[in-house]
């Protein structure tokens, strides 16, 4: 039995959940996220409850229970809390800024690179060096963030680019002058 899959999801006030044949719809105060489950998982609402199980124990259905589980609970922390990520750009002269729906960002490069803000999410910018991307869908959250760090990931020798707020970035040694002994 998978673990992760038989633990059930508490549905906090403020949160409705609707199943309709093979399909879930969450509603909260940060939106509304729908998700297709497949036939191998049922999922049942009882009270303030959504219990997942799966009707065989073929490899694809436990493959598939903590996966659904995680994606409902998740969808389910969304419309009730929100997802964010925090990113760091780091380096001189780099810098980030919103103008209107886009953010502009200052990268090294000989032009402005523009990232408009999608659906879904939103983006926060609170001091040039800090970039904060939140939405209730948590791959749509990470997706977008991971695009904004793609643009400049940071580099080992001497650490500037966009890292996520707690990331670590293994620095290395530069190379070695003239006259360095061996």
Not at 98 to 115: A, C, D, E, T, W
Request: hydrophobic share 35%.
């Amino acid at each position: 039995m998978s673990r992760i899959g038989k633990t059930p999801i508490t549905i906090p006030a403020g949160v409705d959940v609707n199943l309709d044949g093979n399909v879930i719809t969450v509603k909260g105060a940060k939106g509304t996220l729908t998700q297709k489950i497949r036939q191998e998982i049922t999922v049942k609402i009882e009270g303030s409850e959504i219990v997942v199980t799966r009707i065989n124990d073929e490899k694809t259905a436990r493959s598939l229970h903590g996966l659904t589980r995680t994606l409902i609970a998740n969808m389910v922390e969304g419309v009730s809390n929100g997802f964010t990520k925090t990113l760091e750009v780091n380096g001189i002269g780099y810098r980030a800024q919103k103008q209107g729906n886009n953010l502009v960002m200052n990268l090294g490069f000989s032009h402005q690179v523009i990232m408009p803000e999608i659906e879904g999410i939103s983006i926060d910018v609170p001091n040039p060096n800090l970039v904060v991307v939140s939405g209730p869908d948590k791959q749509v959250v990470g997706q977008f963030a991971a695009e904004i760090r793609e643009k400049r990931p940071p580099e080992p020798y001497k650490g500037k680019g966009i890292r996520y707020q707690g990331e670590y970035v293994r620095r290395k040694e530069g190379k070695a002058g003239k006259g360095a002994k061996k």
